[in-house]
């Protein structure tokens, strides 16, 4: 889709210095950018790198003051208007499917909203529902009496078992399962394990977005719960009777045990690990590799492992650095020691 400067600039709600006339047909990174597309410029980018830049026009923060002959569009946040404008000049980057494909299979007792569209080989049993104008990609499976609300996107492969409640708007990236069996076992005097069963549910509410091959376990009783607005990445497990509030992030191969709850708005990095049965406070943020083993309060940030509040974490990764002089230290003692001992 083309729009002129003008017509982008009233769209994000930018001042516009430049012609607006020009016409753009896409997006690009500053970087790679040629004439005909628009670029963003994040707080650390230069004015050189701007005025080298082949974009059309570049989007900018308000408190730059820039001299360069390109064309500007300022606003308050360049990454969420770029976002948008993606949005606006892209809107068929990624093929949808429309209605339901031939190959796709509902029971006969499911109920599709408004709408709902239906890739190649999709499959919903029976007792299921999906809302108006969700987008199920193919090869993806919805379980008996599931509920996924109006407006989601199922990517394609995604595994939805029996009696999930999935909210509005929710976007599941490809290969992620929810709903899987919780890992719960009885270990018995012989030494074999038997299978409890885990007969709670899922419920992920509005607006949640779940990366690619990220598995969410159903609760052994009640549910696993994933709040308003959160956002987990690829590859992260989420173990069963989980409550993870709203708005919460979980970074790439994090890995959340057993009946522990997050607060809202909690930060997660990479890797992290949350041992079973914790509690962690609203706004609790843990850097990358952190192993939490215990509970902690809202507004701490931690680090290392097990986890400590951040100051006490780099005050002893400080220590540990010395180590190496303070191990020459030590040799040179014990041999003054060694010396006067022998005299």
């Known amino acids: 889709m083309t729009k002129t400067l003008k017509e982008i600039a009233v769209f994000l709600q930018g001042e516009l210095t430049g012609d607006g006339s020009i016409a753009i047909r896409g997006v690009n990174s500053i970087e790679d950018a040629q004439p005909g597309e628009i670029a963003f410029a994040g707080p650390a980018v230069s004015e050189k790198t701007i005025e080298g830049s082949g974009a059309s026009c570049v989007v900018v923060g308000g408190p730059l003051q820039s001299k360069t002959a390109k064309p500007l ?28 494909h031939g190959t796709a299979i509902a029971g006969k007792k499911a109920v599709l909203g408004k709408d709902v569209a239906l890739g190649q080989y999709v499959v919903v049993e029976d ?33 939805i078992r029996e009696e999930v409640s999935i909210g509005n708007r929710v976007v599941i990236h490809p290969g992620s399962v929810i709903g899987s069996d919780g890992f719960g076992y009885d270990t018995q005097r012989d030494g074999t394990h038997v299978k409890i069963p885990q007969i709670g549910t899922v419920l992920i509410e509005d607006d949640v977005e779940i990366g690619a091959c990220v598995t969410i376990d159903r609760a052994r009783f009640s549910k696993t719960v994933i709040g308003k607005g959160s956002k987990i990445d690829n590859l992260v497990q989420i173990a069963h009777n989980v409550v993870i509030g709203p708005y919460c992030l979980a970074a790439a191969q994090t890995g959340i045990s057993g009946s522990t709850s997050l607060g809202r708005n909690v ?18 943020m843990a850097g990358a590799k952190t192993g939490i083993s215990k509970s902690f309060p809202a507004n701490t940030t931690l680090f290392w492992y097990p986890a400590k509040p951040v100051d006490k974490a780099r005050d002893i990764l400080g220590c540990v650095g010395l180590l190496p002089k303070l191990y020459e230290r030590v040799k040179v003692l014990e041999a003054k020691i060694k010396e006067l001992e022998s005299k």
């Open 73 to 100: 569009i300022k606003v308050d946040s360049p990454s969420v208007a770029f976002s948008r404008l993606v949005d606006l000049l892209m809107p068929e980057r990624i093929p949808v499917p429309k209605g339901v």
């Open 127 to 159: 007792g299921a529902s999906i809302g108006d104008n969700t987008v199920l990609y193919p090869f993806c499976f919805v379980g008996k009496n599931t509920k996924i609300g109006a407006g989601c996107i199922i990517y394609p492969n995604v595994t």
């Open 267 to 284: 930060v997660l990095g990479g890797q992290v690990g949350v041992a079973d049965h914790l509690k962690l406070g609203d706004f609790v």
